[in-house]
C-alpha cells in the first residue's frame, strides 16, 4: 500500500513590468518526515503553461489546454520540511484574478499512485487582499425609491394604499392555463422559498387571488388589480399567468421581510409584458457539471426572474453531457475526466474520474419543468470546433491519414469534426435527430465558434475538398498551417481562410439537415462565415460586441445580444486580482451590465432582427460554486431587467434597492 505524504502547493503570480518577465511558480512544500522523489505534479486551471514557455527548476512534461505536468530535475529529491519551486515564464493569456492560478493539483507518485494536493488560492505578488467568494451582498435600504419589490419593473405600476403583508396567496384559478399556473408556482414558491409558505389556503392565512382569462393580452403579458378584499390577475396564457403570480410573489415577500421599507398594495394595478421576446441565459456544463438538481434550481430562479430561454450548452473540447443510445462512447469516454483517462482532470477537476451526464429521462424532466416555468431550453453541440472530448470518444470520425497538429485558441489539438468525411455528417445527423425528440422548442444550437485558423491542415480529405471549393492555391496555403502554433493571437480569426471554407460547407450542409427536421439552427457569430446558411432558419449570437452584432443583423441575420465584455457572467466584477472570474474580454460590474444598451448605434432596419439579450455562464472558474454565486448574482436580474423592463423605466438606484431579495442558487459564501 502506498504511504500518503503531506504535501502543500501555493501559486504567484509576477506580472511582467519594468523590464521584469512574467514569472508564474509553483511552490510543493513537504511536510512529511521522508523525503519525496521520483514523482511529477500536476496542476490544472484555467490559466495555460504556453507550449513556448521556458520553464525553471523542472521540465514540463506533458500539457493539454489547462493541464500540465511538471517533473523535477533528474536525481531531485523533495527533503522534509522542503519546497521545490518550479517557474513557468510564458502563459497562453497573463493571469488577472485569483481564479486564473491552478484550482486543483496532485502528485503521481514513483509506484504511478496518485495524490490529489491542497491548493491555495493563487497569489499576485503585492496583492494583500483576500480572494472575494459568495454572491456581492446589495442590502435593502431603510428607504427606497418604490414602495414595491418587483424584479423587473414592470411596464406600469399605478398602485396605492397598505394593506397588512399577509402571511401567504391563495390563488383561485379559472380555466386550465390557470391552473396550470398556479400548480407551477406553487412548485416553484416551494422549491425557491420552501419555508415561507408563499402559497397558503385562506384557512392559514393565504389571501385571496382570483385568476381570470383576458383575451388581447399577449403571450407573456397579465395585469393585476389590488382591493383589500383580494387581488385579481387576467392573463391569456399559463406564463402570463405565472409571471403575475410571481410579481405578487415578489411584492409579498418584500413586504414581509422589509415592512418598514415595502408595502403590499390595498388598491390600484399593474399592467406588464416583457419589451423583447428573448430574455435568455446560457449555462456551460461542459467546462464543469451541474447535476440535474443544480440544473432545476437554476431554472427555478431564471423563472423568477422572468427569463425564458435557457441555453444549455452540451458538449465541448471538455465533456460531452448528453446521452445518445446510438453512440454510448460519446458518454461513456466524453463524460469524464480524471488522471489516465482518454480527458485529463482540467479546470479544477479532481485526479479520479468526475464528471457525468444527462440521460434521456432526466432531460425530458428538465425540458418538462421548463415548459411548466414558461422557458424553452435550446440545446447546443458545439461543432466543428470544440470537439476534443467528442473524438476521443469517437476517433473513427477523424481522417485514417490526418497527420501533424493545429491547435484551438484554448489550446486543444486536432480538435474539430471533418467536414470532408461523409461519416462526420452521418453522425451528427443522428445525434441530432436523437436530440430533437428530447428538445420540443425544434431550436438547436450548434456552435460553430472559434475554429482554429489551422484546423484540418493535416487531412489530405479536408485538403482536396477545399481544392475542389477553393482551388489549389488555397489548399497549399492552407497546408502551410500544419504544425503552427495558434492557440493564441487570432487563432479564431479564420475569416477568408481555407478553414473558413471548409466550415461554411459543413455548416450548409447541417442547417438544411435541421431545416429537413423542422428546426431554427442557432449558432455562435462565426456561423455567419461564408454566409451560406439560409438566414430565415438561422438565429446567431452575438459575442465579440455591439458593433458585430449590428453589422450581422444589417446582413439579414435574426441576432441575439451577448457580448463578451458586458453579457459574459464568467468575465470578472472588477479589475481587482481578489475578484474571481475571467478577464479576456474585460469586466462588467453589476451598474454597467444593467446600463448596458445593447443596441446602440443601430439602426431601425437592424433592429428589425433583434431577437433579444442573453446571458453566457462559461463555467472555466466555477470549480467553487460560492465563485458562481458572487459572478452571476446580481447580474442575473440585471440582464433579465434589460430583458423585460422599456430602457426609460429603468432605474438603478431602483433595482439596487430590490436586489437584495432576489435568490441565488448555492448560498455559498
Wanted: negative net charge.
Amino acid at each position: 500500500m502506498t504511504e500518503t505524504f503531506a504535501l502543500r502547493l501555493e501559486s504567484f503570480w509576477t506580472p511582467p513590468g519594468d523590464g521584469r518577465k512574467l514569472d508564474y511558480s509553483l511552490k510543493l512544500t513537504n511536510a512529511s518526515r521522508r523525503p519525496l522523489e521520483n514523482f511529477r505534479l500536476c496542476i490544472s486551471g484555467p490559466g495555460r503553461i504556453d507550449p513556448a514557455a521556458t520553464v525553471e527548476g523542472g521540465v514540463l512534461t506533458a500539457r493539454l489546454s489547462n493541464h500540465a505536468e511538471f517533473a523535477p530535475p533528474d536525481g531531485f529529491v523533495l527533503e522534509p520540511g522542503a519546497t521545490w519551486t518550479v517557474t513557468a515564464r510564458g502563459l497562453s493569456y497573463p493571469l488577472r484574478h485569483w481564479t486564473d492560478g491552478a484550482t486543483s493539483a496532485y502528485v503521481v507518485l514513483a509506484d504511478g499512485a496518485i495524490q490529489r494536493i491542497g491548493v491555495e488560492p493563487t497569489r499576485a505578488i503585492g496583492v494583500n487582499a483576500a480572494p472575494k467568494r459568495g454572491a456581492e451582498p446589495f442590502p435593502v435600504p431603510a428607504v427606497a425609491p418604490v414602495t414595491i419589490s418587483v424584479i423587473p419593473w414592470p411596464r406600469s405600476v399605478e398602485v396605492a394604499g397598505a394593506l397588512p403583508a399577509p402571511a401567504g396567496l391563495d390563488p383561485r384559478p379559472q380555466g386550465k392555463a390557470a391552473e396550470a399556473a398556479t400548480a407551477a408556482f406553487a412548485e416553484l414558491t416551494a422549491s425557491l422559498f420552501p419555508i415561507e409558505g408563499l402559497v397558503r389556503p385562506a384557512a392559514e392565512g393565504g389571501f385571496p387571488v382570483n385568476l381570470s382569462v383576458k383575451d388581447g393580452l399577449g403571450p407573456e403579458a397579465y395585469a393585476i388589480a389590488f382591493s383589500a378584499e383580494a387581488a385579481m390577475v387576467s392573463a391569456a396564457t399559463a406564463t402570463g399567468f405565472l409571471y403575475g403570480l410571481i410579481t405578487l410573489g415578489q411584492i409579498l415577500r418584500g413586504a414581509r421581510q422589509h415592512p418598514a421599507t415595502f408595502t403590499f398594495p390595498a388598491r390600484g394595478e399593474i399592467q406588464d409584458e416583457p419589451s423583447l421576446g428573448w430574455r435568455g441565459c446560457h449555462l456551460d456544463a461542459a467546462r464543469q457539471f451541474y447535476a440535474s438538481a443544480e440544473i432545476g434550481t437554476f431554472l427555478r430562479i431564471l423563472a423568477w426572474n422572468k427569463l425564458n430561454r435557457f441555453h444549455w450548452h452540451l458538449s465541448d473540447d471538455e465533456a460531452w453531457r448528453v446521452e445518445i443510445a446510438a453512440y454510448p462512447a460519446l458518454t461513456e469516454i466524453g463524460a469524464w475526466r480524471g488522471h489516465g483517462l482518454p480527458v485529463p482532470p482540467l479546470l479544477g477537476s479532481a485526479p479520479g474520474r468526475s464528471g457525468g451526464y444527462y440521460t434521456k429521462p432526466v432531460i425530458r424532466e428538465i425540458v418538462a419543468l421548463a415548459g411548466r416555468l414558461g422557458i424553452e431550453v435550446v440545446p447546443e453541440i458545439d461543432v466543428p470546433g470544440h470537439c476534443y472530448a467528442m473524438l476521443q470518444a469517437l476517433p473513427e470520425l477523424r481522417d485514417p491519414d490526418e497527420h501533424g497538429e493545429y491547435f484551438s485558441v484554448q489550446g486543444f489539438p486536432n480538435n474539430c469534426l471533418n467536414p470532408a468525411r461523409e461519416e462526420t455528417y452521418q453522425v451528427l445527423e443522428t445525434i441530432f435527430d436523437e436530440l430533437i425528440e428530447l428538445f420540443p422548442s425544434k431550436i438547436i444550437h450548434v456552435g460553430a465558434d472559434e475554429v482554429p485558423i489551422g484546423a484540418w491542415s493535416g487531412s489530405p480529405q479536408a485538403l482536396q475538398r477545399l481544392r475542389e471549393i477553393g482551388g489549389e492555391a488555397i489548399a497549399q496555403s492552407h497546408a502551410r498551417r500544419l504544425g503552427v502554433v495558434t492557440n493564441t493571437h487570432g487563432a479564431d480569426a479564420i475569416e477568408g481562410s481555407g478553414a473558413a471554407l471548409l466550415q461554411a460547407q459543413f455548416l450548409g450542409r447541417i442547417q438544411a439537415f435541421l431545416a429537413s427536421r423542422g428546426c431554427i439552427t442557432g449558432g455562435w457569430e462565426e456561423a455567419a462565415h461564408g454566409n451560406v446558411i439560409d438566414k430565415t432558419k438561422v438565429y446567431l449570437n452575438g459575442w465579440r460586441n455591439v458593433e458585430v452584432c449590428a453589422a450581422l443583423a444589417g446582413e439579414g441575420y435574426d441576432m441575439v445580444v451577448n457580448p463578451g465584455q458586458v453579457y459574459y457572467l464568467d468575465m470578472a466584477n472588477s479589475p481587482d486580482w481578489s475578484e474571481p472570474g475571467a478577464a479576456w474580454a474585460g469586466w462588467s460590474e453589476p451598474e454597467t451590465l444593467y446600463g448596458f444598451d445593447p443596441v446602440k448605434g443601430w439602426s431601425e432596419a437592424q433592429k428589425e432582427h433583434f431577437l433579444g439579450v442573453q446571458c453566457c455562464i462559461w463555467s472555466e472558474p466555477m470549480t467553487d460554486r460560492a465563485v458562481f454565486d458572487r459572478l452571476v448574482f446580481p447580474r442575473l436580474s440585471a440582464l433579465a431587467e434589460t430583458g423585460w423592463t422599456e430602457p426609460g423605466r429603468k432605474s438603478w438606484d431602483r433595482f439596487k434597492a430590490l436586489a437584495g431579495l432576489m435568490p441565488v442558487l448555492y448560498g455559498a459564501t
